[in-house]
């Protein structure tokens, strides 16, 4: 990657909203890993079975898929900090349910992939109005700086949230889940807080509801950079996503237990939130594009390496490698969509994004239970990642506009 220095990325810190949006934001990712190194173990200990693993991944994608349309239009029409202030409370009440769970020694699963649903739905309605929020705290000629900072500071809570989570849930999963919905409440108060607010946009004449709540997704299909960059992030890590089989490699495979589980979940972030950091102080400044393609290719063969490792030292290594290079994927697409998207359209444009990742992340989790059920856990991983490296040749060829992306600072609406 070419990169030069910037005198721009330290300003954005000089924003009080723009740094109540960053703790924020570190927070909630905290939270969220805590909670999920709880669920998947405690899971994972009753049913023993990949495939229930995959289910924690659909349970959430479900009502994500049904509800982040909808929420994009939501958070262009009304007040986004409001909209992420009660989205919080909402994954506050859903901390509760598994604390009550846990107390309460519940020994069948079905009662947990329900409150995965709600904190699924909550999860929906959060992400658009994050992601549009973002570009109102920060000039725009700062604004990949405040990406880059974001990302990595959401990762640094990716690294400590498993090894927190992992670590407390010797104490009981009740701990992890009561730790959580204190965050969440912590959360929703200091977004309150700040001063900034969206603009509410009216509603675009001569258009009906249907037509406006699905203006992001006709927006994204009428431009192949912005449907370039989401789908390849889709399809690489549907296939290639291994995380959701952690627990299996870490009580079955590498046999590590549950905080060996919390520094493997921890490894991607690590890689993630090092080259995050060095994207705030060196942003990407030349061929963004071939960057971005590049690194998904990496993330492929990483996915190979670590399916086929049985050495906890080198499955970390491959897991740091996966993670370092979904930032550069993270960075390039989430610079190219709020800079090619008019404010106005950025709420719905961002679910659209919100349920690529959702169905990547999420639906991939599903995914990986599945292949891991009919082919075994190794070869189910070691398939995906060979995926991904088809997926990144195919879409090579069918997006010229995205591998032809230079410098991320010339992309406009």
Known sequence: MDASPTTASPSVFSHRDFRRYL??????????????????WQIY??????????YV????????????????HLADRFDRRLILVISHLFSAIAAGGFLMLAVTRTAVIWPFYAVLALFGAARAFMGPAAQSFVPLLVPQDQFPQAVAWSSSTSQVAVIAGPAIGGAIYILGPAVDY???LALFVIIAVVIFGIRSRSVRYEAEADTTVLERVT????????????????????FAVLLGGATALLPVY????????????????SAPALGAAMLGLALGQRALQRRAGLAMFACVAIFGIATIVFGLSRNFALSIAALFVLGASDMVSVYVRTTLTQLATPDAMRGRVSAVNRLFVGASNELGEFESGVTATWFGTVPAVVIGGVGTLVIVAVWYRLFPSLREVDRLSEVTP
């Open 215 to 234: 203006a992001g997704i006709a927006y994204v299909w009428r431009k192949p950079l912005i449907l370039g960059a989401f789908s390849l992030d889709l």
């Open 57 to 72: 991944g659909l349970f959430q994608f479900l009502p994500m898929m049904a509800c982040t349309i909808p929420a994009g």
């Open 178 to 180: 009561g730790v959580c």
């Open 23 to 40: 703790s924020a934001g570190f927070l909630a990712i905290l939270a969220m890993q805590i909670q999920s190194v709880a669920v998947s």
């Open 250 to 265: 870490a009580r079955d495979i590498l046999h590590v237990g549950p905080l060996g589980l919390g520094v493997l979940r």
């Open 45 to 54: 200990s009753i049913a023993r079975t990949p495939l229930a693993l995959g």
